[in-house]
């Protein structure tokens, strides 16, 4: 069994939300339903390569416990897609119970697929909650603000409590974040991470101060985006 698709397969660390540092191996899948919009990826110009690999699920758990890794991130592109998710409930299922207690399991999402894939989840995996949701919802306009307010209604109504929310933050989408901000429960609104625009470590400097203020006066908490701070792969 395997993931297919993947255009990035690596060993690196955890760069944002509050799982920052924690050694993790990546898996990077090719395909997202927002790549002609969202002018801020990091990673469109890897997405828009040839390139693309086959990794067999023993060489995952082989990795993790060669290097002692701490997280799994799935990452995209949109690791939530139709085919994607199934890879990713497959490899759950292969796992069974190895690992889970020891290793924090992320799925870094637009918000396209994430409802399907916690109901889609294996009972042990949904159950102990076992994999965190970090949910990055985009404010390209008005529509996408009521489309993820929405859409965290029916994360709230799926009962699944292990996801956090990390907006990116400029000063064109600032009062959709704040009234998006707004909507939420105040229980959650200590999931949220604001992170600072930026595809370069000169771009991601100059806009930190910005998202930093915005999450003060929202009372919010920041991410620093390390793998562009630090040029980590």
């Known amino acids: ?6 255009i990035e397969y690596f060993r690196s660390f955890q760069g944002e939300s509050p799982y920052v540092g924690l050694s993790s191996i990546f898996i990077r899948f090719r395909a997202c339903n927002l790549m002609k919009v969202c002018y801020f990826c990091d990673t469109i110009e890897k997405m828009k390569s040839d390139v693309q690999m086959v ?4 060489v995952v758990c ?8 701490q997280s799994l991130t799935f990452t995209g592109g949109e690791p939530t897609l139709p ?4 890879q990713i409930i497959s490899f759950f299922n292969f796992l069974e119970k190895r690992y889970l207690k020891a290793l924090k399991f992320l799925v870094e999402t637009n918000g396209f697929g994430m409802i399907k894939l916690i109901n889609e989840l294996p009972d042990f995996i949904r159950k102990e909650e076992i994999l965190c949701i970090v949910w990055s919802p985009k ?7 009521e489309d993820n ?11 699944y409590s292990n996801f956090i929310i990390k907006p990116v933050v400029t000063e064109e989408n600032a009062e959709r974040v704040s009234c998006f901000i707004h909507a939420l429960e105040d229980h959650d609104k200590g999931r949220v991470y604001i992170m600072p625009e ?8 100059k806009n930190s101060r910005f998202a930093t203020r915005f999450a003060m006066d929202h009372k919010v908490n920041v991410t620093p985006r390390m793998h562009l701070s630090y040029n980590l792969p």
């Open 198 to 205: 930026g595809i370069t470590h000169e771009a991601l400097s």
């Open 149 to 159: 307010i929405q859409k965290y209604k029916q994360l709230i109504e799926t009962n």
């Open 62 to 69: 082989n990795d993790i416990d060669k290097y002692n890794i």
């Open 55 to 58: 990794v067999p699920f023993k």
């Open 139 to 145: 404010f390209f306009n008005e529509r996408m603000l």
């Open 83 to 86: 085919k994607y998710r199934k």
């Open 1 to 6: 069994m395997f993931f297919e698709d993947v």
